[in-house]
């Protein structure tokens, strides 16, 4: 049976590569359905750091071995964009679309609580 944290750091690093890759390489057809930004380096930008967020959470996955470190980006990373996405759709800032994902970056929060306080959770760490 595959470790679900495993599984679950492929979902979230799958997710984030090609939703930061669709941002860098296509940047017109992205803003068509999140909606128009005055700052197109931003967009990139941030899509740059979720591209590597999703790529360290694949590598791990690949070694199969998801530590300590690689759990709290993938959490700290899903938090951290749920609560922007929400933060900045009341204020008026970007669009409700954003809301979805903000659904979305709990749901993987969700399931890294459910994954890690099963009883298995991480690894013991490497001597």
């Given at each position: 049976m595959t470790d679900p944290v495993v599984l679950l750091a492929v979902l979230q690093g799958a997710l984030y590569v090609a939703s930061a890759a669709w941002a860098l390489l296509h940047v017109d057809s992205f803003m068509r359905v999140t909606g128009a930004k005055t700052d197109v380096w931003l967009v990139k930008a941030v899509a740059a750091l979720v591209l590597v967020i999703g790529a360290a959470l694949l590598a791990g996955a690949w070694r199969g071995r998801i530590g300590p470190d690689l759990a709290?980006?993938?959490?700290?990373?899903?938090?951290?964009?749920?609560?922007?996405?929400?933060?900045y759709v009341v204020q008026g800032t970007i669009a409700r679309i954003y809301l979805l994902d903000a659904l979305v970056q709990a749901l993987l929060v969700a399931g890294w609580v459910l994954v890690l306080t099963d009883g298995a959770g991480l690894p013991a760490p490497a001597p």
């Amino acid at each position: 049976m595959t470790d679900p944290v495993v599984l679950l750091a492929v979902l979230q690093g799958a997710l984030y590569v090609a939703s930061a890759a669709w941002a860098l390489l296509h940047v017109d057809s992205f803003m068509r359905v999140t909606g128009a930004k005055t700052d197109v380096w931003l967009v990139k930008a941030v899509a740059a750091l979720v591209l590597v967020i999703g790529a360290a959470l694949l590598a791990g996955a690949w070694r199969g071995r998801i530590g300590p470190d690689l759990a709290f980006l993938a959490v700290g990373s899903a938090t951290a964009l749920a609560l922007v996405d929400v933060f900045y759709v009341v204020q008026g800032t970007i669009a409700r679309i954003y809301l979805l994902d903000a659904l979305v970056q709990a749901l993987l929060v969700a399931g890294w609580v459910l994954v890690l306080t099963d009883g298995a959770g991480l690894p013991a760490p490497a001597p």
